[in-house]
């Protein structure tokens, strides 16, 4: 969709149609036993969009039991061939009815569209075509072995699907960050359950009819809506049939999802949290790590695991960095997702505004100084009820600060000097997370330099977001277990076992 057809479309807000979401499950939409459920809120303007079912124990069975019944049918039996021709469809389908899963997308998050136009959607598709091309190309190791009485042995890998593997995806890229676990599961063989977050249910039951449009069959792909704890999330990670359980959220809920995976010893696949820096030296070429920064600080809204909450600037371009940061900030345009001329949407629900306008006052208490930004901005009366928050650039903060070592997920950052690029690296992975950095100079060979000591399971010199889907992803310490990406899905993805044939 080109912007300027997205211009021209009738504003959310006056599509009055309802948005409810139902279970997916076996093949059929349902709405579940439970009768109870949530209203789907846009943040946009706080509209209530639709209604969603809470799956409880049953439907997390029903799901179970239909992904376990399709292994062990028509989808166990498929050719890779077969399998990757249809999800090579699923791809396609996605392609075709992309204005649906971009409206659908953006009333969920209140994302620019133009955002999700470039980024969300189109990775939703790219996700099953990429992990197609691995699956058909899957080789394993093999020895000869000397044996003593000189005949010798050959051993061979042989690589299967894991299973059933549970999807627990979080809100801030729905439909990407979900088919990018369900794409290389189904590529490998295996069949899901997905529980999507609560605050973004449509792009995940959308994805089912996609699932049924090309003839996927039946259990291979299964939606159960719900919360986590003592709901469906929880009930699908403790279930006994369930094989492997790859999560994307944050640290602390993957922490409790560890202890429910300990239940039955099932593997787990983590994407968690970060707080990531931006090293800009100071022979930056300026202009582009002020537009890349502007980028992973302020990108929806902040809420993306990679973008930058802490920038460290060497002192002699210090002063002129933080100036042009605040004008970059200042410019952007907070609006409706349909809106081109939008850079900013509103944060996901007014209930994570309150969580980022905590530490917004928590900076100030410990001593910030606020650049720009801070609170809540004025907008217009059909939008204030909305989930908006100012873009926010900070300076003076003391290293130990809460809004320099954890993580807030809004369009926020704090910038702080340095001198050397010991001192850069030092303060630079003094978090417990792990998951992305960013390093700004024209020097390559300060690039590998500082690129190899930076405790990150991706670090972007240059550039941000930047990304190729055969690479390995993941975070180092707390902000993951495992890699997911090219060949490195088959790690978790598949089972590896060796066969050996004494001759
Ligand atoms: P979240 O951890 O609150 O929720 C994620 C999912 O887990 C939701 O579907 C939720 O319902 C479910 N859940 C919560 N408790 C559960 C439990 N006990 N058992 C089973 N399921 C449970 O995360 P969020 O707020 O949706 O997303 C934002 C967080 O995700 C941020 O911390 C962000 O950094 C992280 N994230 C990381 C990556 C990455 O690739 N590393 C990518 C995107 C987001
Ligand atoms: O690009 C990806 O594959 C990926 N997992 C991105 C994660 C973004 C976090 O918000």
Same mark, same amino acid.
């Given at each position: ?35 109870r459920g949530w209203d789907n809120h ?104 000397? /044996?003593?009485?000189?005949? *010798?042995?050959?051993?061979?890998? %042989?690589?299967? #699907? +894991? &299973? !059933?593997?549970? $999807? ?6 729905p439909l990407l960050l979900m088919t ?22 449509? /792009?995940?039951?959308?994805? *089912?009819?996609?699932?049924?449009? %090309?003839?996927? #069959? +039946? &259990? !291979?792909?299964? $939606? ?22 790859t999560f994307t959220g944050e640290t ?11 239940? *039955? ?239």
């Amino acid at each position: 969709m080109t912007v300027q057809a997205i211009h021209k479309r009738a504003s959310l807000a006056q599509s009055n149609a309802r948005r409810d979401a139902a279970h997916f499950i076996n093949g059929t939409f349902t709405a579940g036993s439970t009768n109870r459920g949530w209203d789907n809120h846009c943040p946009v303007d706080n509209s209530v969009i639709g209604f969603v079912p809470e799956g409880g124990k049953v439907e997390i069975d029903q799901a179970v039991s239909a992904a376990r019944a399709a292994l062990e049918g028509p989808w166990g039996r498929m050719s890779v061939v077969e399998r990757t021709d249809l999800l090579g469809a699923v791809a396609d389908e996605i392609t075709r009815r992309f204005d649906e899963f971009l409206e659908a997308e953006s009333l969920d998050t209140g994302k620019p569209m133009s955002l999700a136009s470039h980024i969300d959607i189109p990775r939703g598709a790219a996700n099953f075509k990429m992990f197609t091309d691995i699956a058909k190309t899957i080789s394993t190791e093999c020895f000869q072995t000397p /044996t003593v009485d000189g005949t *010798g042995a050959i051993n061979y890998g %042989v690589r299967r #699907p +894991k &299973g !059933v593997i549970a $999807v627990i995806s979080p809100w801030n890229l729905p439909l990407l960050l979900m088919t990018w676990k369900v794409g290389p599961a189904l590529a490998l063989g295996n069949t899901v359950v997905v529980k999507p977050s609560e605050e973004t249910p449509l /792009t995940a039951t959308l994805l *089912g009819e996609v699932m049924n449009k %090309v003839g996927i #069959p +039946k &259990g !291979v792909y299964n $939606v159960v809506h719900g919360f986590g704890p003592n709901s469906a999330g929880e009930f699908l990670t403790q279930h006994p049939d369930v094989n492997g359980i790859t999560f994307t959220g944050e640290t602390r809920t993957g922490e409790a999802i560890m202890r429910q995976a300990a239940l *039955g010893l099932r593997q787990v696949s983590f994407e968690l949290g970060g707080k990531n820096p931006a090293i800009v030296f100071a022979d930056a070429d300026l202009d582009k790590a002020i537009e890349g920064t502007t980028r992973s600080v302020f990108s929806n809204t902040g809420q993306v695991c990679l973008g930058t909450e802490r920038i460290y600037v060497q002192r002699p371009i210090f002063d002129e960095f933080v100036c042009r940061l605040k004008q970059a900030a200042e410019t952007l345009r907070l609006g409706r997702p349909e809106d081109p001329n939008t850079n900013l949407g509103p944060l996901v629900s007014l209930e994570h505004r309150e969580k980022v306008l905590s530490f917004y006052r928590k900076a100030v208490e410990e001593g910030a100084t606020v650049i720009t930004g801070g609170s809540i901005p004025e907008m217009p009366e059909d939008l204030a009820a909305g989930a908006w928050v100012q873009p926010t650039i900070w300076t003076g903060l003391p290293d130990h600060a809460a809004a320099v070592n954890e993580e807030i997920f809004g369009p926020c950052c704090h910038i702080r000097p340095f001198d050397t690029e010991e001192e850069a690296v030092s303060v630079a992975n003094s978090t417990r997370y792990g998951l992305a950095a960013a390093i700004w100079t024209e020097s390559l060979s300060r690039a590998h330099r500082v690129a190899s000591r930076m405790e990150v399971g991706i670090c972007w010199v240059n550039s941000w977001f930047l990304r190729d889907l055969r690479t390995a992803f993941g975070g180092s310490k707390t902000s993951g277990i495992g890699r997911e990406g090219g060949v490195h899905s088959l790690e978790f993805y598949t089972e590896l076992s060796n066969v050996c044939i004494k001759l």
